[in-house]
């Protein structure tokens, strides 16, 4: 009788033909076979979120696959093994470019000019933002191994800067050597380098990192000298497993200017997107907020507030701030009636920037939805995945906001008013045949902010 780990080991070997490299490297290649017993597979995995992911998305898979070996029908579980945890934090504390170990004390590093409020405790996790917030924490408590580098993107607003903050808070309480910076950050400062011949100082501050935690990344476009010298910098702190964390505005494919190979490097880790708070996630951060201002607000106004700023997280607590001076100030009693009059002239406006989107807010959206650049877009590229997002954009443009179709030429490179047409008619009819489609058009409103009509 083979043993669970052998068993397993086959398994492993069938499924890889079944589903994609990323996909098996991300979820499948460090897990184990633990026990069989009573018709049962254990599968240890290196912690609860991979084993989440493996019981939502592939667990028929994985039952089918097992059952075909053993000769049965099995159920499976799945259990967190710590011992990977503890390996791998005691493999990140001991390995170095040498190629050896070393026995150096690894120093407490303080991140200048962050704010210590931004913690995973302060952070109001959904369906939203789900996937970041859980690979954020684990790599905060098993660095270099599980996902690196962690690359997190998403609009303004959403807690991008919140959840990369929050890992350097939690990696310097536990000792490490945490460096946080931004993209235009690291540019100033090797260009500063370059011109007082000082760029050795500069390579060994962020070598001697050992967790790097870079925001705004897409800040790194164009800037070629740059890039050549954050790539090296990147390898050598790779292969000393030091935990890389990225934030950017989009997704490393939608980077314009970016060298291929660097782009390679942020998708060779987990990306994770942020995105709008859905409703229940909106009023969970109200009430959270709320309580923190050691006020009562009844739900009536906390709805209220909900629906009328549903773009991102700064929205929230800056119409709940609002509702809440205004109450204080005025005297009046916290109701729907105060709430209402202090947002009023508030929600006028968010009503009239529904009605008017600018043609930079629908082009980033479509181009980031597509994974391309906003410059690709406007530009003259003419593959079909191009072609179909500047379409939609120009649809959408046309839809929403009603531009004349010369006007919306001429915010695409000039191009010929029967062009747009052509292009928001193919659209318009993709979108009635095409449920693929018209669910695009839905979600991309839904980005923007657009509400839906039933």
């Given at each position: 009788m083979?043993?669970?780990?052998?068993?397993?080991?086959?398994?492993?070997?069938?499924?890889?033909?079944?589903?994609?490299?990323?996909?098996?490297?991300?979820?499948?290649?460090?897990?184990?076979?633990?026990?069989?017993?009573?018709?049962v597979?254990?599968?240890?995995?290196?912690?609860?979120?991979?084993?989440?992911?493996?019981?939502?998305?592939?667990?028929?898979?994985?039952?089918?696959?097992?059952?075909?070996?053993?000769?049965e029908?099995?159920s499976?579980?799945?259990?967190?093994?710590?011992?990977?945890?503890?390996?791998?934090?005691?493999?990140?504390?001991?390995?170095?470019?040498?190629?050896?170990?070393?026995?150096?004390?690894?120093?407490?590093?303080?991140?200048?000019?962050?704010?210590?409020?931004?913690?995973?405790?302060?952070?109001?996790?959904?369906?939203?933002?789900?996937?970041?917030?859980?690979?954020?924490?684990?790599?905060?408590?098993?660095?270099?191994?599980?996902?690196?580098?962690?690359?997190?993107?998403?609009?303004?607003g959403?807690?991008?800067?919140?959840?990369?903050?929050?890992?350097?808070?939690a990696?310097?309480?536990?000792?490490?050597?945490?460096?946080?910076?931004?993209?235009e950050?690291?540019t100033?400062e090797?260009?500063?380098?370059?011109?007082?011949?000082?760029?050795?100082?500069?390579?060994?501050?962020?070598?001697?990192?050992?967790?790097?935690?870079i925001?705004?990344?897409q800040?790194?476009?164009?800037?070629v000298?740059?890039?050549?010298?954050?790539?090296?910098?990147?390898?050598?702190l790779?292969?000393?497993?030091?935990?890389?964390?990225?934030?950017?505005?989009?997704?490393?494919?939608?980077?314009?200017?970016?060298?291929?190979?660097?782009?390679?490097?942020?998708?060779?880790?987990?990306?994770?997107?942020?995105?709008?708070?859905?409703?229940?996630?909106r009023?969970?951060?109200?009430?959270?907020k709320a309580?923190?201002?050691?006020?009562?607000?009844?739900?009536?106004?906390?709805?209220?507030?909900?629906?009328?700023f549903?773009?991102?997280?700064?929205?929230?607590?800056?119409?709940?701030?609002?509702?809440?001076?205004f109450?204080?100030?005025?005297?009046?009693?916290?109701?729907?009636?105060?709430?209402?009059?202090?947002?009023?002239?508030?929600?006028?406006?968010?009503?009239?920037?529904?009605?008017?989107i600018?043609?930079?807010?629908?082009i980033?959206?479509?181009?980031?939805?597509?994974?391309l650049?906003?410059?690709?877009?406007?530009?003259?590229r003419?593959?079909?995945?191009?072609?179909?997002?500047?379409?939609?954009?120009?649809?959408l443009?046309?839809e929403?906001?009603?531009?004349?179709?010369?006007?919306?030429?001429?915010?695409?490179?000039?191009?010929?008013?029967?062009?747009?047409?052509?292009?928001?008619e193919?659209?318009?009819?993709?979108a009635?045949?095409?449920?693929?489609?018209?669910?695009?058009?839905?979600?991309?409103?839904?980005s923007?902010?657009?509400?839906?009509?039933?």
């Amino acid at each position: 009788m083979k043993s669970p780990q052998q068993i397993w080991e086959i398994a492993l070997g069938e499924i890889q033909t079944q589903i994609t490299k990323v996909n098996y490297t991300t979820w499948l290649k460090d897990t184990t076979g633990v026990r069989y017993q009573d018709k049962v597979f254990v599968i240890g995995t290196p912690n609860a979120f991979i084993a989440e992911w493996l019981e939502n998305r592939l667990q028929s898979l994985i039952k089918k696959t097992l059952a075909n070996i053993i000769g049965e029908p099995v159920s499976i579980e799945f259990s967190v093994n710590s011992t990977v945890k503890r390996q791998a934090r005691t493999s990140m504390q001991s390995t170095y470019a040498d190629g050896g170990t070393s026995s150096k004390t690894i120093k407490f590093s303080a991140m200048p000019n962050t704010n210590s409020r931004y913690t995973f405790g302060n952070f109001i996790s959904g369906e939203c933002n789900r996937l970041a917030y859980a690979a954020s924490l684990e790599v905060s408590e098993n660095p270099g191994h599980v996902y690196n580098p962690l690359f997190i993107y998403g609009d303004t607003g959403l807690g991008k800067t919140h959840l990369i903050l929050a890992i350097g808070h939690a990696a310097k309480a536990a000792g490490y050597n945490v460096l946080y910076t931004s993209a235009e950050q690291i540019t100033s400062e090797f260009v500063s380098a370059l011109k007082s011949n000082s760029t050795d100082a500069f390579h060994s501050r962020y070598r001697n990192a050992e967790y790097l935690l870079i925001d705004d990344f897409q800040f790194l476009s164009g800037k070629v000298q740059t890039q050549e010298c954050f790539y090296h910098i990147f390898n050598e702190l790779y292969e000393k497993n030091c935990q890389i964390v990225v934030t950017s505005d989009c997704p490393p494919t939608a980077i314009g200017s970016l060298e291929s190979r660097l782009r390679s490097r942020m998708q060779g880790g987990l990306i994770a997107d942020l995105k709008s708070p859905d409703e229940e996630t909106r009023l969970t951060i109200l009430k959270t907020k709320a309580q923190q201002s050691k006020v009562s607000v009844s739900d009536e106004v906390l709805n209220l507030i909900s629906t009328q700023f549903y773009h991102n997280v700064r929205e929230l607590e800056g119409g709940l701030n609002r509702v809440l001076t205004f109450a204080k100030l005025s005297g009046a009693q916290l109701n729907i009636k105060t709430a209402t009059k202090a947002l009023s002239d508030l929600i006028s406006r968010e009503l009239h920037q529904e009605k008017l989107i600018t043609p930079e807010k629908i082009i980033g959206a479509v181009a980031c939805r597509y994974e391309l650049s906003s410059y690709a877009l406007v530009g003259k590229r003419r593959d079909r995945k191009t072609a179909l997002a500047r379409h939609m954009a120009m649809y959408l443009l046309r839809e929403q906001n009603n531009y004349p179709f010369s006007e919306i030429g001429k915010i695409f490179g000039g191009r010929d008013h029967t062009t747009v047409l052509h292009g928001c008619e193919k659209i318009a009819y993709e979108a009635s045949i095409n449920p693929q489609i018209a669910r695009s058009i839905d979600e991309l409103k839904q980005s923007l902010g657009i509400k839906m009509i039933d």
